[in-house]
């Protein structure tokens, strides 16, 4: 290995549980000389039904500790709750640490959208955030907003993604306050303002009364960390990163399964 290689700081990404996976898996397609550290706070997980002062405060100890242990090169916030709960939190307390934050991806879908009925599907958390409004102030004027809390989809997609079948009804249940009919147009996009929820995208295509826009962010997260990342052309991928932290410290078998498919053992 090269001196370079051992100078190499790890990303870390952060999630409330494992939806930021989403958001793992394409930056390191965008990253391959990086190695990574995945956080789950699955003791604090789901975040929706937090205090949000208590919750803010949980985040900024954790993180003191985080960046403590593990100097990351940058840190991914892939948690819309979190970010647009504490990310100015973060960095006011942390100036010296490069945060790349989720926020819920109202401009592109203004942007994009034809028939103007945009929905977003959120946690209530990220739903009632003074952040969100002014995303869609700032971006989206022009459109009919339509903001969807759940209080369940991101604990159903936790569930899903390690194995567990859903049935329509509850997934349904969840989504079915997305679709608006008015004036004769039709809502044609949904962000998905939650990390958990792409890996769920599949069952919402086949459950949508016509055909939408499911609006992934992780691609757009990965490619602003790439661009704050500082490139190493002959560098070695490392090979003492690639893990990922609990802070429950007790993950189950099926999580650590999955872990494993993304390459990531866990300490």
């Not at 840190?75 to 970010?83: R, S, V």
């Not at 942390?94 to 009925?117: Q, W, Y």
Request: net charge negative; hydrophobic share 45%.
């Amino acid at each position: 290995m090269t001196a370079a290689t051992h100078e190499l700081k790890p990303v870390l990404v952060f999630d409330s549980g494992i939806g930021g996976l989403t958001v793992l898996r394409e930056a390191r397609v965008l990253m391959p000389e990086r190695g990574f550290i995945y956080v789950a706070d699955d003791a604090g997980f789901p975040y929706g039904g937090w205090e949000e002062q208590a919750l803010k405060e949980r985040i900024i100890d954790l993180f003191a500790r985080l960046l403590r242990e593990h100097d990351p090169e940058v840190c991914i916030i892939a948690c819309n709750t979190a970010f647009t709960l504490a990310g100015a939190d973060l960095r006011a307390a942390f100036p010296g640490m490069t945060f790349v934050g989720t926020v819920p991806a109202i401009k592109p879908a203004a942007e994009r959208t034809r028939s103007g009925l945009v929905s977003v599907l959120a946690t209530p958390g990220t739903v009632k955030r003074a952040y969100t409004r002014d995303l869609i102030q700032s971006f989206a004027q022009q459109c009919d907003v339509r903001l969807v809390g759940s209080e369940n989809l991101a604990r159903m997609a936790e569930a899903y993604i390690r194995g567990d079948t859903l049935s329509d009804e509850a997934v349904m249940g969840e989504i079915a306050q997305c679709f608006v009919e008015k004036d004769g147009r039709k809502t044609d996009i949904v962000v998905l303002a939650c990390t958990h929820y792409p890996f769920m995208a599949n069952i919402f295509r086949r459950l949508a009364p016509w055909p939408v826009d499911w609006l992934d962010p992780a691609e757009a997260i990965a490619r602003r960390a790439r661009s704050l990342v500082p490139e190493v052309a002959d560098a070695v991928h490392p090979d003492n990163f690639d893990f990922a932290v609990f802070t429950s410290g007790n993950p189950n078998f099926s999580t650590k399964r999955l872990m494993q498919g993304f390459g990531l053992t866990v300490r």
